[in-house]
């Protein structure tokens, strides 16, 4: 069974950074695009940012100069790398292969941006 766990989340003040991390089961990974997805209250899951098997990497508009999708494939990890966040930032934090497998969804990490 495919387990994801998001971590790295919590409370930061506008302007400040904060790395997620993403541990992906070894049988997968290696694989997929992953993608990075957040969910704000009572809006949509919306994609965040995609990177490649290669490496390559993709940010939503909304993000793009201040989020940053990497990956270390020897410890089976993505990770997003965000940078001058701001309230809007604010959602649960998921990550998911490119485009999403319904069944890899884990429960996400919180990211709150507050003052």
């Known amino acids: 069974q495919v387990q994801l766990v998001e971590s790295g989340g919590g409370l930061v003040q506008p302007g400040g950074s904060l790395r997620l991390s993403c541990a992906a089961s070894?049988?997968?990974?290696?694989?997929?695009?992953w993608g990075w997805y957040r969910q704000a209250p009572g809006k949509e899951r919306e994609l965040v940012a995609t990177?490649?098997?290669?490496?390559?990497?993709v940010s939503t508009d909304s993000v793009k100069g201040r989020f940053t999708a990497s990956r270390d494939n020897a410890k089976n990890v993505v990770y997003l790398q965000m940078n001058n966040l701001k309230p809007e930032d604010t959602a649960v934090y998921y990550c998911?292969?490119?485009?999403?497998?319904?069944?890899?969804w884990g429960q996400g990490t919180q990211v709150t941006v507050s003052s």
């Open positions: 998911n292969a490119f485009p999403p497998n319904k069944a890899y």
């Open positions: 070894r049988k997968i990974f290696g694989i997929y695009t």
């Open positions: 990177i490649t098997e290669g490496g390559t990497t």
